[in-house]
């Protein structure tokens, strides 16, 4: 998936690998001849999705993959959590480290080494909750120490320290979520083995676990796949489909869980450590030419990993939209987080409906009829009592600022209704 973008061709728009391998490709924008669909793969038809959204993405399948233009392969891009399955593997993840003692002191035993954006309140009141009980690099005692498990959930969480002091500031809020960010840099110390079967771990709680488990008090998160967007994803690999998935949670957590959906580990991009002589650093993957460690695939910044790994486009340019031609036919999420990768697709749009506002009043102004809404496949939300506030707040600024959300025109989107539910 870490890729360079060859010359393109009108039918197949072809992504390699630096290694020659094929990989992840741009859409083919081509119309089917009508005899073609007969030899297409189908969508199950057991599976009921809201409204005719299984028809028009039948419809897009047939038209755009290979069984229609043999050779080309569009390529589709997924969020993970919320989108390909219930509820966030990373929040997952996360809690079984705190359960089995796997967060490592920090050196010095000084938090503001794991993250460029945390405060000094925040610095203090887990230097205060976790103590000096373990070691600079050995394993904190959270599954003993509440306090110490509480302040860092407070913090991961909430974004504030338990005392209710603002846990982060100065980020850019188009370009990461500095807690989301914490989640992967807390795998510090650790080898890429150790995170993938820690994973596994908590992949095999969560799958065993009931949604009473959140009564604990450092609960065993509660996961499902959704067969939905399993069988999506497979029909779209049968009809010629390059499909990926771009998520916020860390890149070597979801790698794990993406295997049962066919996902190799090259078509997964996530939240990035670097590495340091065999280990996890506290420091994340470049992207954009932007200062170190202020990028993650968040908003804006899942464009530019989208841009810079799949498509090649390198510097500044990573954060800006690509050709068209270049860029992901498909795309769905269910989160803000998700809005600008998912809007850059060209053919189908899918929004997966957890009341994220700034992604919901895209999808349903609906402007180029291109967006789908569905609600969640498991335990759907109640539709909103009021309209989404899309012409005043539902859009968040680079330094926080709320306002309204405009289209690609730059006009103001009007207040959407929350219809699909």
Known sequence: MRATRPALTAIALTTVLATGA???AAPSPASAPPAAAANCPILDTRLS?????????????????????????PLALFD????????????ATMSWLLRNDKILQPAGQDWSTTSRYLTAEATTALGKACGDAA??????????????????????????????????????????????AWGAQLLAGHTL????????????ESLAASPSDAAQAVRTVWVRYYEHMRDLVGT???????????SASPEPVVR???????FA???????????????????????????????????????CFVNQDILGIQGQAAFQRAPEAERQALAAGDSTTDVTFVGDATGLRLAINRQAAELMCHAYRNEDGKWLVNPMFIDPLSALPCRYPCSTTAYTGPDGTPGPVRDDAGDVIPDQVDAVH
Do not use: M
Request: with cysteine.
């Open 22 to 24: 094929p990989a992840l």
């Open 49 to 73: 999705w809201y409204g005719d959204n299984r028809q028009k993405l039948q419809e897009f399948i047939d038209a755009s993959g290979g069984c229609t233009h043999p050779g080309a392969h």
């Open 80 to 91: 993970w959590d919320n989108t390909l399955v219930k509820n966030d593997v990373g929040d």
């Open 135 to 180: 070691t600079a690099g050995s394993p904190l005692p959270t599954s003993t120490n509440a306090g110490c498990a509480a302040e860092i959930l407070s913090v991961y969480g909430e974004h504030v320290t338990t005392g209710g002091a603002a846990a982060f500031a100065g980020f850019d809020h188009r370009r990461i979520n500095p807690a989301y």
């Open 193 to 204: 083995d150790e995170v993938a079967a820690y994973a596994r771990q908590a992949r095999a």
């Open 236 to 246: 779209l690999r049968r009809a010629g489909f390059d499909v990926g998935v771009v």
């Open 256 to 262: 794990v869980w993406a295997e049962d959906l066919g």
């Open 265 to 303: 580990a090259d078509e997964v991009i996530g939240i990035r450590n670097k590495t340091e002589s065999g280990r996890l650093t506290a420091h994340l993957a470049d992207c954009g030419a932007a200062p170190a460690d202020s990028v993650i695939t968040y908003i804006d910044g899942k464009r």
